[in-house]
């Protein structure tokens, strides 16, 4: 059974920094995709940012420029460090891969203080 286990999250000052950290574990034996999502109380989730099996990447706009995804293969880790945070950026965030099937994490929080 493939699992994810986020780390990472916690509370940080406006303007500070953390590195969220996912780790795959399991049968997994390619994975095509691995993302960072988010959700703060009473909205959707969304995609914050992606890396592809080829190293590309993608962002969300709201967090470019200030977030960078990166991916460790031989430890099927992603990280997701997270500088110059806002209140903004206070959520749920959750670690995604995509091999056969799709994989979610079960969150680590975010918050943010002004």
């Known amino acids: 059974q493939v699992q994810l286990v986020e780390s990472g999250g916690g509370l940080v000052q406006a303007g500070g920094s953390l590195r969220l950290s996912c780790v795959a574990s399991g049968p997994i034996f390619s994975i095509n995709y691995m993302g960072w999502y988010r959700q703060a109380p009473g909205k959707q989730r969304e995609l914050v940012a992606g890396?592809?099996?080829?190293?590309?990447?993608s962002y969300a706009d709201s967090v470019k420029g200030r977030f960078t995804i990166s991916k460790d293969n031989a430890k099927n880790t992603v990280y997701l460090q997270m500088n110059s945070l806002k209140p903004e950026d206070t959520a749920v965030y959750y670690c995604?891969?995509?091999?056969?099937?799709?994989?979610w994490g079960r969150g680590t929080q975010v918050t943010v203080s002004s």
């Open positions: 995604n891969l995509e091999a056969y099937y799709s994989y």
């Open positions: 890396i592809t099996s080829g190293g590309s990447t």
